[in-house]
Nanobody, 115 residues
Framework: QPQLMESGGGLVQPGGSLGLSCAAS????????VGWYRQVPGKQREWVAR???????AYADSVKGRFTISRDTVKNMVFLQMNGLKPEDTAVYYC?????????WGQGTQVTVSS
């Protein structure tokens, strides 16, 4: 059974940086793409970024130029480096993977941007 598990997150001041990690099992190539979504209470889950099995990244306009998605194919990890954080980036961030047209989700990790 494919699984995803996030780590990282926490509290950071506006303008600061934070990194998230996602461990993919059995391996990163199980998924057609691995990425990140975020959700705030009362709103729909919002796509943030993804990286395909071939290594092609893509970003939502709201984070382009500030967030960077990368991966380590040996450690089966996907990373989200978040720079220039804004209060509106506050959300629960979920790692997401697509496997045989089915969505798989991590448990989520809280990111709070506040002074």
């Amino acid at each position: 059974q494919p699984q995803l598990m996030e780590s990282g997150g926490g509290l950071v001041q506006p303008g600061g940086s934070l990194g998230l990690s996602c461990a993919a099992s059995p391996n990163i190539f199980t998924f057609a793409a691995v990425g990140w979504y975020r959700q705030v209470p009362g709103k729909q889950r919002e796509w943030v970024a993804r990286i395909t099995a071939s290594g092609v990244p893509a970003y939502a306009d709201s984070v382009k130029g500030r967030f960077t998605i990368s991966r380590d194919t040996v450690k089966n990890m996907v990373f989200l480096q978040m720079n220039g954080l804004k209060p509106e980036d506050t959300a629960v961030y979920y790692c997401h993977g697509l496997f045989i047209r089915k969505d798989y989700w991590g448990q989520g990790t809280q990111v709070t941007v506040s002074s």
